[in-house]
């Protein structure tokens, strides 16, 4: 595709404000132009008087026709519009990707993000931003907190009132929550109600909602930190216990954009805390139980990370695909099933990191007989809960656990070797 492209493209940033709101350069550069592109409420920003350039729709669905229709219009001057910053969620991302950022030439204006942190006093810099467009609701969750301030894109005319809804059902209904409409133009509008009783009529499609989170007294408190209370995930039971988890997460050491393979998913839980810790961490989880697969599923959505994929026996699907390379793999069931470490093992990236859980003696000896052959660190752990016993308290002790941590082809003090 890059090498398809002759003619610098222009990308150029348009508010609400329109043809008025933009500078000397941005002018020229449609005026300029042999086609522009754009949404049609985008091309009627654009002053019928200016008339030297076509104006083209964009087709839909956009994003698959963008590779024909930029090689058909190689040898063109073309100029692309989009919606404030084209970078800020927008436009001139999947160009750059596309033709790469030397074919490009962008000219911003404020985002919409920029000018609702204007409009209320909020630092820019220390506010979150969420875009719902063309995503789930439910990737909001993890951003909420009691006396933080979060922004959210929203996708058309409806998402305040889900925004809010979303807010009520779990545990939020008492934030404020603001809309922001056509930011910067003649038509701008901002209204504030509580979510817990949203009665806000439908409004411009074109809209940012601001939220003041207040959480319920009785709400569970959920952070991105690993160790979620076990009774925030559905299912069977069959989970890494929370206190655990906090221990296999950590040392899984998880990174913004990195791949966890989750082998024996249960309900869920590495995987999404996994993803939690950030909105980039993504993850695959193994499950052959159908059942489980869509409990995971369900509790993916309820705790915010609905873009976790679930797939079905780990064996199976390694030997019939080529699932994404992972940075990480986590083996918390089946340890004792034939090959099934050594593909893992094989499918891991270079230094990427493999933890492994054993309850039962003979996975243990597996990790006793893995760690002797690739290194790496070995422990054990139990954790003791207490509970009643008649009028007093016991403490009970859960299962002691072994755990595993290896580093694929780690290299230290210049000697190859697996791990530490």
Not at 31 to 51: I, M, T
Not at 232 to 243: L, P, S, V
Request: with cysteine.
């Amino acid at each position: 595709m890059k090498s398809t492209v002759r003619q610098v493209i222009t990308v150029v940033g348009i508010g609400a404000d329109g043809w008025d709101g933009l500078g000397g350069a941005a002018r020229s550069a449609i005026e300029g132009a042999e086609v522009v592109f754009g949404s049609a409420r985008q091309l009627g920003l654009v002053p019928a008087a200016v008339r030297g350039p076509r104006r083209a729709p964009w087709p839909s669905p956009l994003v698959p026709a963008l590779p024909e229709l930029l090689a058909a219009h190689a040898d063109s001057r073309v100029c692309v519009l989009a919606s404030g910053d084209p970078m800020f969620y927008g436009i001139g991302v999947t160009l750059a990707k596309l033709v790469g950022p030397q074919a490009l030439r962008v000219l911003p204006q404020p985002s919409s993000a920029s000018l609702a942190c204007a409009r209320l006093g909020w630092a820019l810099d220390r506010t979150p931003v969420v875009s719902i467009v063309g995503r789930r609701l439910e990737t909001v969750l993890p951003e909420l907190g009691d006396g933080r301030r979060v922004l959210v894109l929203a996708p058309d005319a409806n998402g305040p009132a889900e925004v809010a809804d979303l807010l009520a059902r779990n545990g939020f209904g008492g934030s404020a929550v603001t809309v922001l409409e056509q930011l910067g133009g003649p038509a701008e509008r901002i209204a504030t109600g509580v979510a817990a009783n949203w009665s806000l009529p439908p409004g411009d499609p074109l809209a940012v909602v601001a939220i003041e989170c207040r959480a319920d007294p009785e709400a569970p408190r959920s952070t991105r930190l690993p160790g979620l209370p076990d009774d925030r995930y559905g299912g069977d039971g069959q989970m890494t216990k929370a206190e655990v988890r906090a221990l296999s997460i950590a040392a899984l050491a998880p990174a913004p954009g990195e791949l966890l393979w989750d082998v024996g998913g249960g309900s869920g839980t590495i995987a999404i805390e996994w993803c939690r810790t950030h909105p980039d961490c993504r993850a695959l989880t193994f499950e052959r139980s159908e059942a489980r697969r869509r409990q995971i599923v369900a509790n993916a959505a309820a705790l915010g990370v609905p873009g976790i994929e679930v797939r079905g026996e780990v064996l199976a699907v390694l030997r019939a695909t080529e699932p994404p390379v992972p940075d990480a793999i986590f083996l918390g069931g089946g340890l004792t099933q034939p090959d099934l470490f050594d593909l893992c093992w094989e499918r891991l990236r270079p230094g990427g990191r493999l933890v492994a859980n054993a309850v039962t003696a003979e996975s243990e000896a597996l990790l006793l007989t893995w760690a002797a052959a690739h290194g790496g660190r070995l422990g054990k752990m139990q954790v003791y809960r207490a509970e009643p016993l008649g009028g007093f308290t016991a403490w009970r002790p859960q299962l002691p656990v072994t755990q595993w941590v290896a580093v694929k082809n780690a290299c230290f003090d210049g000697k190859p070797r697996d791990s530490r």
